[in-house]
């Protein structure tokens, strides 16, 4: 009801809060929301013609890594619906939630981004004072690219197709249509 009151509106494009298409991970960004809920969401904004932009995000310290096949295995079911707009790694910004709480979500070594270093001629405490974005390490080390990169992959061909998808059905006299 919302998405028809938005669209009868003029509304034509939203971003929505779409971060992951999982519920566990959901769960750990804190997000209240579950991969079903979402997915829904994408489905409802395609059926008003309402474009939602949205992102999927990697690489938070405590997420499981299985994850990414059940995400990719959803991502392979709703290519009929818009992909992210973009994927990557979680960043470390300033006055997050994850930032404020860094030690408790399991970023450690926080530290200014590299790029800071070669802009100001400061040292590494005024830099963590000045800069908005933060680099760190993981406590088991994980390489987040690893496990994301079969998700990276297909998005990447979803992408490439998904206007060539099918996007609209017509019925007339009990036949369908498929445009």
């Given at each position: 009801?919302?998405?028809?009151?938005?669209?009868?509106?003029g509304?034509g494009?939203?971003?929505?809060g779409?971060?992951?298409?999982?519920t566990?991970?959901?769960k750990?960004?804190?997000?209240?929301?579950?991969?079903?809920?979402?997915?829904?969401?994408?489905k409802?904004c395609?059926?008003?013609?309402?474009?939602?932009s949205?992102?999927?995000?990697?690489?938070?310290?405590?997420?499981?890594?299985?994850?990414y096949?059940?995400?990719?295995?959803?991502?392979?079911?709703?290519?009929?619906?818009?992909?992210?707009?973009?994927?990557?790694?979680?960043?470390?910004?300033?006055?997050?939630?994850?930032?404020?709480?860094?030690?408790?979500?399991?970023?450690?070594?926080?530290?200014?981004?590299?790029?800071?270093?070669?802009?100001?001629?400061?040292?590494a405490?005024?830099?963590?004072?000045?800069?908005?974005?933060?680099?760190?390490d993981?406590?088991?080390?994980?390489?987040?690219?690893d496990?994301?990169?079969?998700?990276?992959?297909?998005?990447?061909?979803?992408?490439?197709?998904?206007?060539?998808?099918?996007t609209?059905?017509r019925?007339?006299?009990?036949?369908?249509?498929?445009?």
């Open positions: 009801r919302e998405l028809r009151t938005l669209r009868e509106s509304v494009y939203i971003q929505v779409i971060e992951s298409l999982s566990p991970i959901l750990l960004m804190g997000k209240g929301t579950t991969a079903l809920q979402n997915v829904a969401l994408l409802w395609h059926s008003q013609g309402t474009a939602a949205w992102n999927l995000l990697y690489g938070l310290p405590k997420e499981d890594p299985a994850q096949a059940a995400i990719l295995e959803i991502m392979k079911r709703i290519i009929h619906l818009r992909p992210p707009d973009a994927i990557g790694a979680i960043r470390l910004d300033r006055f997050s939630p994850n930032y404020n709480q860094a030690a408790q979500h399991g970023f450690l070594n926080v530290r200014p981004s590299r790029p800071y270093r070669h802009v100001y001629p400061f040292d405490a005024a830099l963590s004072r000045l800069c908005y974005f933060f680099e760190f993981y406590p088991d080390h994980r390489r987040h690219d496990y994301a990169d079969a998700v990276n992959r297909f998005w990447h061909e979803w992408l490439g197709q998904w206007h060539n998808t099918v609209h059905a019925t007339s006299r009990g036949a369908a249509r498929i445009l």
